[in-house]
């Protein structure tokens, strides 16, 4: 009904190529753009007391799809299986403390951008293996970086500038004017910044995947062996979808020291959230950046519903706890199950359906 | 059919927000209780919550809540894990939070630099951040009755007067997260000064129930005495494998998260003469304790276990909600006014009075040291004493022992001017 592509024609290539061909998306893109920037930063979400829905939901949830994003291109799109994603993530956060503690004057965005370059060298480091070994022996790999990197972070005490509690805390920054880390920072900034940087993440990546890396890693994905044989080099190709991985995984974990926590052990790093991030991309979507946003805003805010009817039927806290937990592991299974392509292809079915509706055949 | 799932799932979470954050009325005293019962830390997690909402809803059944004012007392689960705790601060903060109980070294850390800007105060209750007993530099924290680094120099003061310190070996095994941590560098500042030696055990948080290789360690390197700082799973285990070496338990000293009745029923027999620090009662023969089974715990108001009151941990929650009930009520006198802010309740942490003459008409007469609030010394610097366990129950065995303030404070000093050395904005306050 209002979304139907009939009528609209494609006079070039260049039309036909472009990210949003149709124009109920690029209507339906503007709109969640504009109440993300103009709706979200002033009244924050609807029903909810404002600090709570910037900082508890909207500030995670968008760290998370970076995160998301980035493991989706190495899991999604490459095909190779991660449960190094956490500490990942803990190479940028500790990158970006300790090149704030030496360059206190830097823009801290440039820094959240510059401490994704240590985590992209150290994935690609990890991802060494996959040259060699694929599926369980490779998570088990991945897996080793995990355990070897978190040992990093509490046996090495120069990375948190050996802070006897053994934690990085976040110092005031300011980045034009602003100051948008530490205690002070309004949520509405850190919420702005961290919108932004993942908009431009988001293009980056959608091109990625469109063109010719995103199609070598697709041919990788899809049979190495016939990769291979037309031309695509697998050295080039996984290490390049570790290193981009692994970048978006270390600007997303700058960013939830800096722009949301405010201070992080390496407990916030460990392989428990390795496997919340792999839920993210599986309920969301293998293969799929709409996916990502839906994986991660799903998985974030399930519980909290949760709780919030928990709440409502005075069920006590804890069970709610064990519930959640309980739900979210049926709902991957029934998931894997029912729609191995996640949310993201709930989605794409339910726009298939308003396409042909009101005569389906 | 998924559209309508969702749609109905949005609807409903917006209708019970919109109803949660209007269920408050104007006047009560709302105290958030971060509290976790899943989890790996859910045995000590779970009495300690249990006797500070006991308590808390045995003044509201008995006196109505603290001068006339219903306290909402809201938990929150976050499993000791920070990010769940930095979300429970989030939804519980706006409803006109008193005053934060983390009990989570990780957590507290979160919270510290979040309070001087909500003007909500922390009170970290004998853990988190041991330099924040500084009140000049840290305003809006409190870690009364006493600090790890205080607890930990009244547990050498234990081993000097039981045969002396000076060229003893000790050995420290602790949790290596932020809590584990915190006394190692007054550890390292004591040993030249006291001149015994200290021999490191880190047992890594997935370890817990795994410390055969640190107790072959112990084995090898022979200290006098061992000194742990464990929570959770990991007290049990360390002591039994301290039995299974044979290692003299009346040598065995746990810090006050390391000797409840949680980590020692487990072991039983086995653990006979281990020794613990505690800063609060033990069982239930006190007036306050048999208010609680009286007006909550009886009438079947609570999810507590009967068998369950009285024990350490639940007798240090409990604590924990009388500090925090004193000051309410101190800084309703101080103000005026009934229904107080964040700020007032600062007041009332730096100002309270837990004499012992107050202790007895709380109900509580010896149930803990002499605590006073004071604007320099968030610490308390309050004394611990040393608890055995007697093969089923704790025993109380020394007097409260008193931390060497001379030693320890200067230390915290530094620490907080080095916590405030790098934050250029960081509020401090000036006392008189």
Known sequence: MFYRESGQFKSSYKEDMQAFPIREDKIGIAVWLLLAYLYVPFFGLPGLEYGFALNAIMIPVLIFTITTIGLNILVGYTGQISLGTAAFMGVGAYSCYKLTSYFPDVNIIILIFSSGFFAAAVGALFGLPSLRIKGFYLVVATLAAQFFLEWCFIRIGWLYNFNPSGAIEVPQREAFGFIVTGA???????????????????????????????????????MDIAAELIGVRPLTTKLSAFAVSSYYCGVSGALMVFMWLGAAEVESFDVNHSFLYLFMVILGGLGSITGSYMGAAFIWTFPLVLKEIGKVFEINPTVMENVSLVAIGVMIVFILIKEPH???????????????????? | MYKKIITGAVATAVAVATFVSTAHAED?????????????????GTPFANGFMDYLAMLNARDGGIGGVKIVNEECETAYNAQKGVECYEATKGNGALVYNPLSTGITLQLIPKAPVDEIPVLSMGYGLSAAG??????????????????????????DS?????????????????????????????APQLGFEVAMFPVAGKEM??????????RKERPDWMIMWGWGSMNPTAIKEAAKIRYPMDRFIGNWWSSAHADLVPVGEAGKGYVGANFSGIGTDFQALQDVIKYVIEPGNTRTDPSKVGDVLYNRGLYNAVIVAEAVETAQKMTGKSAISGADMRLGLENFNLDATRLAELGLAGFAGDLKGDCVDHEGGGPVFMQQWDGENWVKITDPIAPMSDVVRPLLEAAADAYVADKPEWKTQTCN
């Open chain 1, 184 to 222: 002070a920072a309004e949520p509405v900034t850190r919420y702005l910044v961290v919108l932004t940087i993942l908009i431009f993440l988001t293009i980056i990546a959608g091109n990625l995947v469109r063109g010719r890396i995103g199609r070598s890693w697709m041919m990788i994905r899809d």
């Open chain 1, 342 to 361: 996640g949310l993201a292809r709930l989605w794409q079915l339910g726009k298939q359906k308003l396409r042909i509706w009101p005569f389906p055949h």
């Open chain 2, 28 to 44: 009560t005293l709302y105290i958030p209780a971060l509290s976790y019962r899943t989890g790996a830390f859910a045995g000590g």
């Open chain 2, 134 to 159: 500084i009140g000049e530099k840290f305003p809006w924290t409190f870690t009364y009755p006493t600090s790890y680094w205080s607890q930990m120099s009244s547990i050498l003061k234990y081993i």
């Open chain 2, 162 to 190: 039981n045969g002396g310190l000076k060229g003893q070996k000790i050995g420290f095994i602790y949790l290596d997260v932020g809590y584990g941590r915190e006394p190692i560098p007054l550890l390292e500042k004591l």
């Open chain 2, 209 to 218: 129930q795994a410390q055969s290789a640190q107790w072959l360690n112990v």
